[in-house]
């Protein structure tokens, strides 16, 4: 069954609407006639716009909120010129609904291995918080996995470190708790 064309879009660098260095939602909502009648593209795919530590928005600190870094100036929800996380969303909810009124589907980039160590549930297993503890892996740092195993982390300067395959800053969520 052949679903059509699909086009993966880096957010942080596909179309920068304001001319700030930095890819917006709004710059996507401009470039849907471009994505649909020149590359004939009916899905599109957006890496993460969530609230985030860095440009690529993996490492998500509040999956509710989208990021105002992808928000624009030259966006009408703008208001004074300083895009906020609510202008960002509104970009967002306009994407959504002019895509569909070009017959494009939005498929979002949804990260639910790891968060942010600013994510509120990392934040409070970090404090031995125990709803939250086992939300995220943690050993002794003199645990033998722990040692020489790149992929754990000191947890500041804690007897403590924490599971996190891709970066020091990307904390796996537990999936074998199961609170």
Do not use: C
Not at 9 to 18: E, Q, Y
Not at 37 to 49: D, E, K, M, Q, S
Request: without cysteine; hydrophobic residues 30%.
């Amino acid at each position: 069954n052949n679903v059509g064309v699909a086009y993966q879009i880096m957010v942080a660098s596909f179309a920068d609407s304001d001319g700030d260095g930095w890819g917006d939602i709004y710059g996507i909502t401009k470039k849907l006639d471009y994505l649909k009648n020149t590359l004939h593209v009916n899905t599109i795919w957006l890496t993460p716009i969530q609230l985030s530590d860095s440009y690529h928005a993996y490492d998500i600190i509040d999956y509710k909120v989208v990021d105002a870094k992808f928000g624009s100036k030259e966006s009408p929800n703008t208001q004074n010129g300083k895009p906020t996380n609510e202008s960002a969303m509104k970009d967002y909810e306009d994407l959504l609904k002019k895509a569909e009124e070009k017959g494009i589907k939005v498929v979002m980039d949804l990260v639910v291995n790891h968060t942010s160590k600013k994510h509120v549930w990392f934040m409070e297993s970090s404090q031995l918080n125990p709803d939250y503890r086992s939300y995220y892996q943690w050993k002794k740092v003199t645990d033998s996995a722990v040692k020489n195993n790149k992929n754990w982390h000191q947890y500041s300067s804690t007897n403590y470190a924490y599971y996190g395959k891709f970066a020091s800053s990307m904390p796996e969520l537990n999936y074998d708790y199961q609170g």
